[in-house]
T-cell receptor, first 113, second 113 residues
Framework: KAGVTQTPRYLIKTRGQQVTLSCSPI?????VSWYQQTPGQGLQFLFE???????NKGNFPGRFSGRQFSNSRSEMNVSTLELGDSALYLC????????????FGPGTRLTVL | EDQVTQSPEALRLQEGESSSLNCSYT??????LFWYRQDPGKGPEFLFT???AGEEKEKERLKATLTKKESFLHITAPKPEDSATYLC??????????????FGKGTLLTVNP
């Protein structure tokens, strides 16, 4: 069974630009969660989607947004990039049940210059 | 707000020297406690889920236990390939609609040959 895939793996952007990251979950999984990982803050929850609906949202500014498509693939967008947005962005998929076992992809390393 | 504290921040062991990692948590209505392993430059790898106090799970040299306030990850006779960062996360109640995981900062384990 193929794992979670994320594209691109690496990105370099400049302040003020916007970026879109993509995540394809494990086949059959309908829930996708996004996390930001930095050395100082660790892993922080951004949002979670299930069947194209956002069920949960973390404490991030509105510049961070996401969506999920009917095939469960998900994208997250960050507008007006700031230096502090440099991080590893991780996507996790689960079957959406109460067991909530989440399986992570390799992440997208975003560097903002 | 859910909180997770992991200790120690870093642990260095000799091959074969058993030890334990600690995860203390504060959560409103624990629905699950999760352990992950993360290697440098990779996404977290799922290890265990524990759902109720007294529960234990084992996988090779790893054993996870859960009480009402903390979880332990016991490592028996570790090998150098067990070197990684071990992450603990909790899922709180949130009225039954919470699918967010709150992570600790992790324990960096180094096993020397």
């Amino acid at each position: 069974k193929a794992g979670v895939t994320q594209t691109p793996r690496y990105l370099i952007k400049t302040r003020g630009q916007q970026v879109t990251l993509s995540c394809s979950p494990i086949s059959g999984h309908r829930s996708v969660s996004w996390y930001q990982q930095t050395p100082g803050q660790g892993l922080q929850f951004l949002f979670e989607y299930f069947s194209e609906t956002q069920r949960n949202k973390g404490n991030f500014p509105g510049r961070f947004s996401g969506r999920q498509f009917s095939n469960s693939r998900s994208e997250m967008n960050v507008s007006t990039l700031e230096l502090g947005d440099s991080a590893l962005y991780l996507c996790a998929s689960s079957d959406g049940s109460k067991r909530n076992e989440q399986f992570f992809g390799p992440g997208t390393r975003l560097t903002v210059l | 707000e859910d909180q997770v504290t992991q200790s120690p921040e870093a642990l260095r062991l000799q091959e074969g020297e058993s030890s334990s990692l600690n995860c203390s948590y504060t959560v409103s209505g624990l629905r699950g406690l999760f352990w992950y392993r993360q290697d440098p430059g990779k996404g977290p790898e799922f290890l265990f889920t524990l759902y109720s106090a007294g529960e234990e799970k084992e996988k090779e040299r790893l054993k996870a236990t859960l009480t009402k306030k903390e979880s332990f990850l016991h490592i028996t006779a570790p090998k150098p390939e067990d070197s990684a960062t071990y992450l603990c996360a909790v899922q709180g109640g949130g009225g039954g609609s919470n699918y967010k995981l709150t992570f600790g900062k992790g324990t960096l384990l180094t096993v020397n040959p």
